[in-house]
Structure formats: C-alpha cells, structure tokens
C-alpha cells in the first residue's frame, strides 16, 4: 500500500460507494488532481448500501432535476457497458383508479421533462412480464429506459476507482475511517484517522448511511435518515439460464402495495436464478438512527443488512396482494437465507443534500442518494466545487437551504419518518403538507387567524394560512366567479373561499399575513459594496436611501441566482427575500463577503421584524384610517417603492409602496413585539384578512409576477426572464460580463411567456385546474417544445385567476414560438389541452390602474 499522504487537495471520506466513486470520476475529468479517498469499508464498499443496492433505474419522476439526474446517469453507465436497458413497467392494478391516474401524471412528467414514458394496456404489460395475472392489471406506464446497473453499482463503484488511482490523481485508503475532522477559521483543514492526519483544502462527505456523524464532528447534523428496506428472494428461477444475463425481464413496480419485482437473470450470475421482491412499509417504517449501526465486526451480515422476518416485519399483507398479481412467488421457495433488511436513506426535505456546509468552508456534502441518480450527482457536485455554480438548477437540493429548526434530531426523525411512508406509495401531491415539524414559527397574530378559521400551510417553519373559513360568506357573492373544482386532485389542498378573497380584495381591500418573509440585515464599512457586485441593480449612490429595490444575484455564467428586495436604509441595507430561499442567500452572502474580504456583518433578522401586506383599491383610505399621518399617504407624499416611517397604534412601522398582487398598497414592517397592535387596529376597519394563496398564487399570475425558485432558475438568464432593466448599471457586479453578451442578442433562444387555457374540460366533461408541471407541445408535431439550448419548455407556475376566469401559466418557449395569439398545447393526467400565448415577456393580464382584464 502506497505510504499515508499528509496534505491533499480533496478528501473524500466515502470514496467505496456509488456516490463518492461518482465525485472522484468527475473531479478529475474536471481537472482536479491531488485527491485522497478514505473508507471505513472495504473499497468498493462492502458494509455501506451499495453493497446490497437493488440497482434498478427508473426514469420517472415529478420534478426536473430528479430527472436529470437519473437520465445522465443511466447513460453514463450505458457508456462503461454497465447498463441492461430493459424497461420498466409501472402497473395499476385493477379498481385502483387513483394508481392510475398518477401514472397518467407520471407519464405527462415525463414528457415535460424529457423521459420516454408512455401508458400501456393490460394485454402490453403481459406479453412485456409474462409472471403477471392479466385480469389484475388495469395498465401500466412503460418506460423503456428503465434499466439494471450490471453487475452491481458496487463494482462500477471499483471500476471508476480503480480507474481514477490509475491515472495518478487519486490515492485510496480502505478500512480508514475519519475519526475527526480540523477546522480552523471557520475553514476545513483536514480529516484525522487512525493511519494519521490528512492537511486538505476541501473535505467531501458521501459516506451515506454514516454521513450524518461525519456531520456532527463539526457540530452539524444531515437531514437524512437511514431507514429498513424488506428485501426477499423466492427460486429458484430458471427461466434466463445459459443466457449470461443479469436480467432477463422488465423491472416491475406494483407502488399500488408498495412494492417492486426483478428476475435476476441466469442462475451462473450475480445473483443467479431467483426472484428478487422488495417492499416498502407505508405505515410503521423501521427508521435507524446512524448511532445505531453496529460496526463490521458486530454485525451478523453488515451493518446497513439486517435479519428479516416476513411475520414480524409485517411483510406477509403486502405479500400476499403481491402473490395476487404475480402468483409465481407463491410457487417459489422462500430463501430465507438470501433475504433481509437493507437499509437505505430517505430525506427529511424530499431530496439529496448536497453542497457547502453552513459553518466550515470547504467541507462539502452529498447525501441521500440513490444508485439512479449517483453519476449525475457526482457530476453535480464537481461542476459545483469548480465553477461555483451549476447548469442545472440546484436550490431543491442545497444545504444551506435548511433553516437552524430544519436540522433538529426531533424534527430530522419525524420528516424521514414521513418521507418514509411516502416513497412508493400514496402518490405526493404537490401541494401535500407535512404532518411533522409544524408550528415551529407563529405570526404575533397566529390565534387571531386560528379564530378566523385559517387553512393553514407551512413554509421555513411558518405556519401561513391561505385562506379562512370566516370568509366563505364572499362565495355567496362570488359564487358564479369561483369554480367548483369537481376534480378531487385539483381540489386537493386547495380551498374554494380562497378565490372568493381574490375577488374581494380586489373590489375593496384587504391584509394578509407576510411573516414568512426571510429577513438579512447587512451592515458595516464595505455593506454597499457588497451588495452593488452581487446585485444586478445599482444599489449604491444617495439617492437610493429610502426605496426598496427589486433585484436579483446572478451567477458568473449571467443567469438568475435569486430574486429578493433590497431597503436601503442610511446605516444598512435589509434583504428582504422569500421564506424558502432565505436561508441559502444567507449563506451565499457571508462566503461571497468572506471570500472577497469585505468588512461586513450580515445578520439573520427573520424572526425580529414581522410583516403585514394592505392591497385593494381602497388600501390607502383603509390605511390612513389608522396612521398617525393621513396625509402622508397621498400619493404627492409617498412615491411608489419609497419606504417611510409611519405610526399605527402607537407603534413604529416601516410602510413600503410595493405590491406583488398588482393592486396598490404598501408591505408593512415592524418588530415582531408590536404586530398584534397593529394588526388588530387594522381589523379593527373592517378590513378584510386573505390568505396567502391569493398573494402567492392566483393575483400573482394574474399579474404576471414571477416566482424565485419557479419561474426564476439558473437555467435561464434575466432577459429571458424579461425582468432586466433597461439600462445595465456602471458598476461591476457578478454575471455582468455574461449578462451584457446576452443583451447584445438580436433576441434570447427562450422567453417567459404567459399562456391562458382555452379550454379546460378533460375527457369526461369535468372542468380541470393544473396544479404542478405541464409539458407545452407544439399542436401539430405533439412534441414538447425544446429551444437551441435543448431546455424543453413546461409550465414553471400555474393558477386559475378568478378575475380573468382562466387557468394561467408561466412557461419559457422557444424564441421561435413567442408570438402572441400562438395556440400551443399543454398537457395534464395524460389529456391535451389548448393554451395561447397572451403575453411574451413581463405583461399583466389584469390591470388594476385601469380594473379591466386582458383575456
């Protein structure tokens, strides 16, 4: 064995699994060398999950980056010949409709975000899975990229290290676990084990189920959790033999009971003759905390295996429906030899974690992986590490995302738990609550909105109501303007009294509850400066103390980071931002001040300053109704994005001229202690209170207004986003290079467009209001639309608007298909549906200065 290195450049501590193989491949096909990879395991792995991964690849899934991820993968290992394309079926069993219209839903992600996936009959899935009982199937999804990795992800694992160790940039240590890790300076500075100490610039953490004790060495923890996956086999199966493959047919998922099924192809393979039965548990998940990981020499078989029993693990229900649709498993033998629990990790935010720790500089995250997707985080994680940013957008994923409360044991146990029921069944939608973790933050006026009847939902820990039963005496009035949603998935988390307080705000006016606003102040000598190179706005210069401006952090390659409000105020400036992505500016701040040795304080104010929004026609005779000052509030005295001083009940309040509802009114600021007065003075008008999803949703598309995260994206650059002002500011500031080559383009290869359903009525003459994403096709071809850059178009936002009395949807098109009065089609749980482009670039669809809609 080479000797012990003392200093490197990287270190990857779980360099034996898929995941930490992955990143070293891609640091060094990105030119990184000087890199030391340790493993308490074997390397491959032989204790750690991909030593007993299933290996099985869908493609499927409801959001863009899961996608992405799985179909690099897949090709990456059909490039080293490790991959057995073979397909995968998704069935419905017959009488469960609800199954089958997620596979619909499924079937029309795919198309939005680029998989194959297609529905099947009954008959197709038989002549595709001959194991199958017909007469139990209703259909199926077919995805014909599905696959196997083959042999074993374990020995692409050693291939790609192997690979790597050969070319003289990496050293491997197996049998090596970290027992500390050295920061000093808030940097990471090495990895201590027990064959010595490694100096390093850069510290990667992929040791999966053991990630989170990592974590804990520097005072952190991972929002993951290993959890019990039944894995059994029934053989033997000789029905592949003298063939040599490691799978003979489809992969077949039966989410209906939770469950999944494979051949494991000629008995002289890897697995030899047998069919493999994996399960998993909806109602009593077996969760396991890392801390209880036995270690090598402890464990009977490994410690992330442990012993099944199909009794006591509750396994013989779900067998029994599984033996219904595939009665062969009932004429095999049980293996119980073979059988057993293996654990894998499930999330308490619905994804991997990945990217910089929040407290140590250069020590790096990438947790909560499974085989699928392992390739395409690798890549991730390395363009991440070298270019600051990566192609694709990578907010859903980003540690520094998680709020303090987020990273709680309690709060970890209960959201894994909840992640775990979820993982093949029920299907998620997309608007689903979380049971755990709530009522973590609470306005100042929380149980005066819990005694209107509040619907409430919860963002960054604040529960946040989105309408109020108090209020369903408006749909008395606005009944005829507030559809019925018949569909119970559009209905779903969805409450109708909502669209009736869209109206009435609009018609009078009304207060909604913002104390989910994330909240930074930035202070000292260099705070203007640091602002005016992140910011693509002028943020400096006297005249702007006193306004709130809107900008955003573009990256260096010019596309859009973020999106928030600066208040420039005489001593500071406060980022006011939005409350799921607060937490990653936060951080984003302190490394780019850091890094550019700014002298700055930048502080978390999130929970000192609450805010109430006031917007209607009638906002300002509702407000000076209250206010010390009247006549400060005239129009003359108080210009649109000024921020000033006012006083209601006694108490100082920052009123901010803005809207995100396009009506007029103010964002009104204060401390945290003074707004319950100030909310019961401005109740005490009789003004009514609306929920969030009318700010959020419904007036917020109707006015066109775009959502960070949504609609704004690192895919894409602020002119395509057609939020760029009209003249690039003098100073310099981050992307503005890139920026500038963009708006010298005679035009962008995408725009943000608005489009309108024309009709909505879905095959069985029921009305239908979207909700997640939509592929947009071309009419004629029936092709999702895909721009020069090869970024496919699909619905970024969707709302119905109750004043225009359409659904609307935010959508980037191709250049060459933004025209107005442009008919596309979108498409919904399968069925097409017409849409026309009513709007290219930033237009409302409804005018408040001139209260009429534009259809």
Not at 131 to 136: A, G, N, T, Y
Not at 215 to 223: N, T
Not at 458 to 481: C, I, Q, T
Not at 547 to 558: N, R, S, V
Request: include cysteine; charge should be negative.
């Amino acid at each position: 064995m080479a000797e012990f290195p003392s200093k490197a450049k990287v270190v990857i501590i779980g360099l034996g699994g898929i995941v930490g193989a992955s990143i070293a491949h891609h640091l060094i096909e990105r030119g990184w060398d000087d890199i030391v990879g340790i493993d308490k395991s074997g390397i491959p792995t032989d204790i750690g999950s991909t030593a007993h991964a299933s290996d099985f690849c869908f493609m499927t899934s409801h959001d863009f980056l899961s996608v992405w991820t799985s179909l690099y993968s897949l090709e990456f290992y059909d490039k080293m010949g490790h991959y057995a394309r073979v397909g995968g079926i998704e069935v419905a069993r017959t009488g469960d409709d609800a199954w089958m219209e997620e596979l619909k839903r499924k079937v029309t992600s795919g198309k939005a975000f680029g998989t194959r996936a297609s529905m099947i009959s009954a008959k197709e899935v038989k002549e595709r899975f001959p194991l199958v009982e017909e007469e139990m199937v209703d259909g199926a999804l077919w995805d014909p990229d599905a696959g196997l990795v083959i042999p074993r992800s374990q020995t692409v694992a050693g291939k790609l290290v192997d690979a790597a160790e050969k070319s003289g940039k990496l050293q491997m240590f197996g049998n090596t676990p970290a027992q500390s890790l050295i920061v000093e300076g808030g940097r990471i500075k090495g990895v201590v084990t027990h064959r010595g100490t490694i100096m390093a610039d850069h510290v990667i953490v992929c040791a999966g189920l053991w990630g989170r004790l990592i974590a804990e060495m520097v005072g952190e923890d991972l929002p993951i959790m290993p959890v019990d996956h039944p894995l059994t086999f029934f053989g033997p199966f000789n029905e592949f033999e003298g063939t040599g493959k490691e799978i003979g047919y489809p992969l077949l998922r039966d989410q209906g009971n939770s469950a999944y099924m494979r051949d494991t192809g000629d008995p002289k393979t890897t697995e030899g003759g047998q069919i493999e039965w994996g399960y998993y548990n909806t109602e009593n998940p077996r969760m396991c905390h890392p801390r209880e990981l036995l270690e090598k020499e402890q464990a009977r078989l490994s410690p992330s295996q442990r012993d099944l029993d199909l009794e006591a693990d509750g396994l013989m229900e779900g067998l029994e429906r599984a033996i219904e649709l595939t009665p062969i498993l009932g004429e095999l033998g049980y293996n119980e030899g073979h059988s057993f629990n293996g654990l894998l990790q499930v999330s308490a935010a619905g994804g991997a974690s990945c990217g910089e720790s929040q407290k140590v500089r250069g020590l790096w995250y990438c947790v909560g992986i499974w085989v699928k997707d392992a390739p395409g985080y690798g890549k991730l994680l390395a363009d991440w590490m070298t270019d600051g940013r990566t192609a694709i957008d990578h907010n859903s994923i980003d540690y520094a995302r998680f709020y303090p409360h987020q990273l709680k044991e309690d709060f970890i146990l209960g959201r894994c738990t909840e992640a775990a029921c979820k993982i093949y069944f029920p299907a998620v939608h997309p608007r689903e609550p979380y049971a755990t973790g709530r009522n973590v933050k609470r306005s100042p006026f929380y149980e005066r909105e819990v005694a209107l009847g509040g619907y409430f939902m919860e963002l960054g820990g604040w529960e946040r109501a989105h309408g109020y039963k108090a209020n369903e005496h408006l749909l008395e009035k606005y009944g005829d303007r507030v559809p019925v949603r018949a569909a119970e998935w559009d209905n779903r988390h969805f409450w109708r009294v909502s669209n009736a307080e869209h109206l009435a705000m609009s018609e009078d006016c009304g207060i909604v509850n913002l104390s989910h606003f994330h909240m930074v102040d930035i202070e000292g000598p260099d705070h203007v400066a640091l602002l005016e190179w992140l910011c693509a706005a002028k943020i400096g210069g006297d005249g702007n103390i006193g306004k709130g401006i809107y900008t955003h952090f573009l990256d260096d390659e010019g596309m859009v980071r973020a999106d928030f409000t600066v208040f420039r105020m005489a001593d500071r400036c406060r980022l006011v931002n939005g409350a799921d992505a607060g937490p990653r500016d936060f951080h984003y701040m302190k490394r780019v001040a850091e890094d550019r040795g700014l002298d700055v304080t930048i502080t978390d104010v999130s929970e000192t300053y609450i805010t109430i929004g006031i917007w209607g026609p009638n906002a300002r005779d509702t407000l000076k109704k209250v206010v010390a000052d009247p006549a400060g509030l005239d129009v003359e005295n108080f210009a649109f994005a000024a921020i000033k001083p006012i006083e209601i009940a006694g108490k100082t309040v920052s009123a901010f001229r803005i809207s995100y509802v396009g009506e007029q009114g103010w964002e009104l600021h204060m401390k945290y202690e003074d707004g319950l007065a100030v909310w019961d003075a401005l109740r005490e008008t009789g003004v009514m209170a609306f929920g969030v999803e009318t700010y959020a949703n419904s007036r917020r598309m109707e006015k066109s207004l775009r959502l960070q995260n949504g609609d704004l994206l690192t895919q894409y650059n602020l002119l395509e986003a057609d939020l760029a002002r009209p003249k690039v500011k003098e100073a310099d500031f981050r992307g503005k290079a890139k920026h500038l080559e963009y708006k010298a383009r005679d035009h962008q290869p995408a725009m943000l467009c608005t489009l309108v359903m024309t009709e909505n009525t879905d095959s069985k003459g029921v009305k239908r209001y979207p909700v997640g994403a939509m592929p947009v096709m071309d009419p004629e071809t029936g092709k999702t639309l895909v721009d020069e850059l090869g970024r496919m178009s699909y619905t970024t936002s969707v709302a119905y608007g109750p004043t225009i009395g359409k659904n609307i949807a935010l959508a980037y098109l191709p250049w060459d298909y933004c025209q107005v009065g442009r008919t596309l089609n979108v498409e919904y749980f399968a069925e097409t549906y017409p849409v026309e482009v009513v709007a290219v670039g930033y237009k409302p669809l409804y005018d408040p200065e001139n209260l009429k809609p534009r259809s």
